[in-house]
T-cell receptor
């Protein structure tokens, strides 16, 4: 399967600061990418979907001004959590898929964010 | 809306077989995925079913019945490393995940 990297793998920050998470596909060019959030013992929840060069589509209840997504190229996407608060502490996972809506999604290793 | 149900936990012994059921009610359907997720790690792809029937891949098999909104993942010859959470996910316009089934394999 495809290889996806995320950086950083974990981050601890103070409340009110912003955190940027990078997601890269290392061996294929992805037309669509997804950002998920997973709270402990809960399922992955889709936050947003983005296509390269387009604005992201956010799921209901996800603040687009708080979670800034930049899909800069076919191999790189970033998620910036602005003005982070303790309730934003979670496991953030990106995934890429290729062309076609039924293509398998390949997940990054995830980023554990802890906001103090 | 989406509703995807799977058992919370299952325990089995090494070498045994375990079947994880998943039922779903979704507004659309473009396939069903099973993922394995170890604690603190991202999910890894196991299988994809879009047509009714059984897909076999080594020790893992997945079954789908679209008319019943039902799938199962069958794990054979269980090994200790199979202890993980198994996620059922249904694709319509997006991938929606069940809460996951934590499988514990005991010696």
């Amino acid at each position: 399967g495809a290889v996806v990297s995320q950086h950083p793998s974990w981050v601890i920050c103070k409340s009110g600061t912003s955190v940027k998470i990078e997601c890269r596909s290392l061996d294929f060019q992805a037309t669509t990418m997804f950002w998920y959030r997973q709270f402990p013992k809960q399922s992955l929840m889709l936050m947003a979907t983005s296509n390269e060069g387009s604005k992201a589509t956010y799921e209901q209840g996800v603040e687009k001004d708080k979670f800034l997504i930049n899909h800069a190229s076919l191999t790189l996407s970033t998620l910036t959590v602005t003005s982070a608060h303790p309730e934003d502490s979670s496991f953030y996972i990106c995934s890429f898929s290729g062309q076609g809506k039924t293509d398998t999604q390949y997940f990054g290793p995830g980023t554990r964010l802890t906001v103090l | 809306g989406q509703n995807i149900d799977q058992p919370t936990e299952m325990t089995a012994t090494e070498g045994a077989i375990v079947q994880i059921n998943c039922t779903y009610q979704t507004s659309g359907f473009n396939g069903l995925f099973w993922y394995q997720q170890h604690a603190g790690e991202a999910p890894t792809f196991l299988s994809y079913n879009v047509l009714d029937g059984l897909e076999e891949k080594g020790r893992f098999s997945s079954f789908l019945s679209r008319s019943k909104g039902y799938s199962y993942l069958l794990l054979k010859e269980l090994q200790m490393k199979d202890s993980a959470s198994y996620l059922c996910a249904v694709l319509d316009y997006k991938l929606s995940f069940g809460a996951g089934t934590t499988v514990t394999v005991r010696a």
